[in-house]
């Protein structure tokens, strides 16, 4: 039976004969033009696809205009009479074209790019469009990539422990690299490549400097060969105080030449083994990691050194700006925006500022980071969690890319309306020279990768959205359901409906009405919304509800934080308003009177109530739906999906009667009748 291992890349045969024998027909020859690294694994995916699809073994061939041919090539390169019917000035980049072509009578589907990471990306998407039973005859596809770095970043630890990771262990075998190729990175690359992904940081942001030795270098290296061919290229986390560590140095001031030299030779050494090495990403002044602000330096020293030395290799930093310190304790989530905003312009230009998509922290739900179109000079790179840190882990079932939508389709209002974050992400906005996006990875060493079954649908989401920021969830969801499971709409339907409507559940159940930050001590599993005795003030959840006789919520009004003001004018009059800021945000930006009205008539503590409530509903209504879906998927993979269902009904209860009982010892109303009562 199915274990999950594949991912999206099933080729179970097409039942239906009459679309079969279609295919059969349109893919009498398959012509791969070029041979290199790419090719041969463009060869062999198809080789795979159109026997496990169709039955067909596939045998490369010479293109002969009387035969239906699937041609897959560079312009520069297609035979003579195919060059004449296509057009490609609107071929970009990475970017790939697939179209059909009638010639005599004969009908040729062509697969173009420009280059070869183009070649395969076209090439996994045309497997998907006969993966999915599309119709083939009248492809007209241009297909660009609207982000230029689309990275996984591993929060993985040389000792194979995984920061917030909940599928196992790292798939990174340090011990046994660089002599030992373990089978798990191929099918990786591949994985990676099919929905994108061009790479990976592969060690965690609270970074150990021993990766920058040459012991581990080269173990780096033996990785960056595999991934190549596949268009991925290799990152990593670079600590700060590394010229300390592993330098011998007395210092890492990024301001001293001693220092400078140490850069300047490392990274020389890592680009003699890794020509096409993508750069650092680092985290510095943040939760205890070291910095320029050790040295009375700034971000920007920081950043402006090490992009110095990267630019002759042609390499980036990805320099974090998730940034808070217990110094500012009257409210962390204006930090980031503080320490960056004034510095735009200055950054070099192979530097990418990297933020979190809410101001705290990958919460079930937040407002837009408010350095999304503040910075009109300097690349910002949207940074997702993938993995569920704060929804639950690898045991709740919920969709992200439908929250990854809701932040990228917010309205920064920067440059008036329209204005959204997509547009600041694919550099639209202010017409970036590069763009970016990366994803906290979910995978292990978990047979399936990501633990929950459906959390392969938050690592495909993120890659399609990093591809194309404006793709909508739903039809991420739709894909991913007829590549994973089947194509028939019995089951695709209301699954798609259940995944759409997850992500508002666990908001409900977790998180409701702009909580945030109430999750138990450390781990983030479970509540503890009265944690209050922990070293810093910013860490206790009490400090995001301060829930008190007269209400709850954070008051970032102009007369509270003031964090409104660092949105753009129309967004801070809005959110600042208790009137007018969105219900989904109220306790975000105020802090509210237990009695006051919502919309619905009825007092905040019942909304609370009722929120919660439906929050759990929900979950049981996601249960039934999943029930019923017995006939369509394996019995294995339906008892693991129910078993963990079970436990989110369970936990979604734990949510509700943790947080109403605490907070009703503040409000000391009563609970609405609408909610079952805690037992
Ligand atoms: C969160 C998370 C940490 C992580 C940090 C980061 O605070 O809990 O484990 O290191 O984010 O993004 O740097």
């Known amino acids: 039976q199915d274990n999950g291992y594949d991912l999206w890349l099933k080729y179970d045969k097409i039942e239906n004969q009459t679309i079969a024998k279609e295919y059969r027909d349109h893919l009498k020859s398959i012509v791969v033009q070029d041979a290199d690294e790419t090719t041969a694994i463009i060869k062999k995916e198809l080789s795979l696809a159109l026997k496990g699809l169709l039955g067909v073994a596939f045998e490369p061939s010479t293109f002969d205009s009387n035969i239906n041919a699937l041609v897959i090539s560079k312009p520069e390169n297609l035979p003579e009479d195919l060059k004449k019917s296509i057009n490609t000035t609107k071929l970009e980049k990475d970017g790939f074209m697939i179209k059909a072509v009638t010639l005599s009578d004969k009908m040729h589907t062509l697969i173009i790019a420009k280059t070869n990471s183009g070649l395969l990306y076209g090439t996994f998407h045309f497997i998907r469009q006969l993966q999915q039973q599309k119709n083939i005859k009248n492809l007209e596809i241009v297909d660009n990539p609207q982000v230029d770095l689309r990275v996984l970043n591993h929060w993985d630890n040389l000792d194979r422990s995984v920061e917030?990771?909940?599928?196992?262990f790292s798939i990174w075998n340090w011990h046994t690299l660089p002599d030992?190729?373990?089978?798990?990175y191929i099918d990786y690359a591949r994985?990676?490549?099919s929905i994108g992904i061009n790479g990976t940081v592969l060690t965690n942001v609270n970074s150990n400097a021993l990766i920058l030795t040459p012991l581990y270098l080269d173990k780096v290296k033996a990785l960056a060969e595999v991934f190549r061919p596949y268009g991925i290229k290799v990152y990593l986390t670079a600590r700060f105080s590394a010229p300390i560590e592993i330098g011998g140095l007395d210092t890492a001031d990024p301001l001293d030449p001693k220092v400078i030299n140490w850069w300047k030779t490392k990274t020389a050494e890592i680009y003699k083994l890794i020509p096409d090495?993508?750069?650092?990403?680092?985290?510095a002044n943040s939760e205890g990691q070291p910095g320029p602000q050790n040295y009375g330096r700034t971000h920007l020293d920081g950043a402006n050194m090490m992009a110095s030395i990267l630019k002759p290799h042609n390499g980036v930093v990805m320099w974090r700006a998730f940034v808070y310190s217990e110094h500012d304790p009257t409210d962390r989530a204006k930090q980031a925006y503080s320490e960056f905003i004034p510095d735009d312009g200055n950054y070099l230009d192979n530097v990418l500022i990297q933020v979190k998509n809410g101001a705290i922290d990958f919460q079930p739900r937040e407002p837009f980071h408010p350095m999304f179109g503040a910075m009109p000079k300097t690349p910002l790179m949207m940074e997702f969690q993938i993995t569920k840190e704060y929804l639950g882990f690898a045991t709740h079932l919920v969709f992200l890319p439908k929250l990854f939508e809701e932040v990228l389709q917010s309205d920064t209002y920067q440059?008036?309306?329209?204005s959204t974050v997509a547009k600041v992400i694919d550099g639209s906005l202010h017409n970036k020279k590069i763009t970016g996006m990366a994803g906290v990875a979910n995978i292990g060493t978990d047979f399936n990768w990501t633990g929950h079954l459906f959390g392969q649908a938050d690592l495909y989401g993120f890659g399609r959205l990093a591809w194309n920021p404006n793709l909508e969830s739903a039809t991420i969801a739709e894909e991913w359901l007829q590549l994973t499971f089947t194509t028939n709409k019995e089951f695709v339907e209301p699954i798609k409906k259940l995944l759409l409507n997850s992500r508002e559940t666990v908001v409900n159940y977790?998180?409701?009405l702009g909580l945030h930050h109430i999750f138990d001590t450390g781990h983030h599993y479970g509540p503890g919304p009265w944690v209050s005795n922990l070293s810093r003030p910013e860490w206790n959840p009490v400090y995001y509800h301060k829930a008190d006789d007269q209400g709850i919520g954070f008051d970032r009004s102009f007369t509270g934080s003031n964090a409104v003001d660092q949105y753009a004018p129309e967004l801070a009059k809005k959110f600042g308003n208790i009137e007018?800021?969105?219900e989904a945000y109220l306790l975000w930006f105020h802090h509210v009177p237990w009695e006051y009205k919502l919309k619905?008539?009825?007092?905040?503590?019942?909304?609370?109530?009722?929120?919660?409530?439906?929050?759990?509903?929900?979950?049981k209504g996601m249960i039934k739906t999943w029930e019923a879906m017995k006939p369509y998927v394996n019995s294995k993979q339906h008892k693991e999906v129910t078993m963990r269902l079970n436990i989110q009904l369970k936990e979604a209860i734990w949510w509700k009667d943790a947080c109403m009982s605490y907070f009703k010892t503040f409000s000391k109303m009563d609970y609405p009748m609408e909610m079952e009562k805690p037992t």
Not at 277 to 283: A, E, I, N, P, R
């Open 277 to 283: 090495f993508g750069g650092f990403l680092v985290k």
């Open 180 to 184: 030992f190729i373990d089978q798990r």
């Open 510 to 512: 977790m998180n409701p």
């Open 600 to 619: 619905n008539g009825r007092t905040l503590w019942d909304n609370l109530g009722i929120k919660y409530q439906q929050g759990v509903d929900e979950v």
């Open 580 to 582: 007018t800021c969105p």
């Open 415 to 418: 440059k008036g309306e329209g």
């Open 164 to 168: 917030r990771g909940y599928a196992g």
């Open 191 to 193: 994985a990676n490549a």
